[in-house]
């Protein structure tokens, strides 16, 4: 996908974001990010903690297994709240576009995976057998670990070190 259509679907999700054109903006785009990122994933665990008191009165491994989810949920917001903010991209003079071009899609890709995340979590419905419900449950918990693989690629990027 180019670099231009990444920024227009970011820009579409994210108010205000300006893709990392200009200098002065930089942390303020990574702040936005973020926070928007954040903002979905701290919806998807308020989801998920409703769920769980439902979930303890019909089926208690069902409870566990979200409580699970809902831990990984806090993980990667707390990841995302306390990434650096000082370091590397922002520091440098003049920031190479291969690199913003690779922050653009790591940043497209985390926003994807957390809209994905929010979509499983509304979709997990009590309704759902129950073999059905933990299958969701487990896809749903994956793909947050895919997510958090991204925040550590988007902090080595933005720390400077690219990873493959």
Do not use: W
């Not at 231009?4 to 990010?33: C, M, N, W």
């Not at 003049?94 to 979590?121: F, I, S, T």
Request: with cysteine; aromatic share 4%.
């Amino acid at each position: 996908m180019a670099a231009s259509t990444l920024l227009e679907k970011l820009e579409q999700v994210i108010p205000g974001f300006h893709g990392y054109r200009q200098r002065a903006l930089l942390r303020e785009d990574d702040a936005l990010v973020r926070e928007k990122v954040v903002s979905m994933l701290d919806g998807a665990r308020g989801r998920v903690e409703r769920m769980i008191a439902v979930m303890k009165k019909k089926n208690i491994g069902a409870a566990l297994r979200l409580d699970d989810l809902r831990l990984e949920l806090i993980k990667a917001s707390q990841m995302l709240k306390h990434a650096k903010r000082d370091a590397g991209l922002f520091e440098k003079g003049e920031v190479d576009e291969r690199v913003l071009e690779e922050l653009l899609k790591c940043d497209y890709e985390l926003v994807h995976l957390a809209l994905r995340v929010v979509e499983r979590v509304i979709n997990l419905s009590m309704s759902l057998e129950d073999r059905e419900f933990m299958d969701k449950l487990n896809e749903t918990i994956n793909i947050v670990y895919e997510l958090e693989s991204c925040i550590k690629r988007r902090e080595d990027i933005i720390s400077g070190f690219k990873t493959a």
